[in-house]
């Protein structure tokens, strides 16, 4: 998590966010994975009901942010940001955008270090084309694996296809 947070926040700085929004980015990298390690059932239970049939990795995520939502945080980007991290939103805005690549890219990572290295190098200049490489290489690897795209994840490839096109 602090890895995702440093990323963040050094993204936040070079893009010359006010320092509220650093803070928020620097936040966001932080909480994404609080509930990581819950055991899922105690993750379901947090979770509004059209939310639990998500697979047990998926829930933290959602999880976090539920009880984030409950405690009083109003920020509706931080809160989607951190709910889906995983599989990405088609709402996200910069910060959405900056956490799903960062919690792919962060170089505590041991997977395809070349490949994520390449990356990083180009944020967050280049932050939609990056996303959309992640979210390639994210999906690939379920196709790959035969997993199923969630229709969460894949309206968010949708929206960046067509932004790019």
């Given at each position: 998590?602090?890895?995702?947070?440093?990323?963040?926040?050094?993204?936040?700085?070079?893009?010359?966010?006010?320092?509220?929004?650093v803070?928020?980015?620097?936040?966001a990298?932080?909480?994404?994975?609080?509930?990581?390690?819950?055991?899922?059932?105690?993750?379901?239970?947090?979770?509004?009901?059209?939310?639990?049939?998500?697979?047990g990795?998926?829930?933290?995520?959602?999880?976090?942010?539920?009880?984030?939502?409950?405690?009083?945080?109003?920020?509706?980007?931080?809160?989607?940001?951190?709910?889906?991290?995983?599989?990405?939103?088609p709402?996200?805005?910069?910060?959405?955008?900056?956490?799903?690549?960062?919690?792919?890219?962060?170089?505590?990572?041991?997977?395809?270090?070349?490949?994520?290295?390449?990356?990083?190098?180009?944020?967050?200049?280049?932050?939609?084309?990056?996303?959309?490489?992640?979210?390639?290489?994210?999906?690939?690897?379920?196709?790959?694996?035969?997993?199923?795209?969630?229709?969460?994840?894949?309206?968010?490839?949708?929206?960046?296809?067509?932004?790019?096109?």
């Amino acid at each position: 998590m602090a890895r995702v947070s440093n990323l963040l926040g050094s993204w936040a700085e070079a893009r010359a966010l006010d320092e509220v929004d650093v803070t928020r980015w620097r936040a966001a990298g932080h909480l994404h994975d609080v509930l990581r390690d819950e055991e899922f059932e105690v993750l379901r239970e947090r979770l509004p009901p059209s939310e639990r049939d998500l697979p047990g990795p998926l829930l933290h995520g959602p999880a976090a942010a539920e009880c984030l939502r409950i405690e009083g945080v109003e920020d509706g980007p931080l809160l989607t940001a951190v709910a889906w991290h995983t599989v990405g939103d088609p709402r996200f805005g910069p910060l959405g955008r900056a956490l799903y690549a960062a919690d792919f890219l962060e170089p505590g990572r041991s997977s395809e270090p070349e490949l994520r290295a390449r990356l990083r190098a180009r944020m967050p200049d280049a932050l939609d084309a990056v996303v959309l490489e992640v979210a390639r290489a994210r999906l690939g690897r379920g196709l790959w694996k035969g997993t199923p795209i969630l229709p969460r994840s894949a309206a968010f490839w949708n929206r960046l296809v067509e932004e790019h096109s």
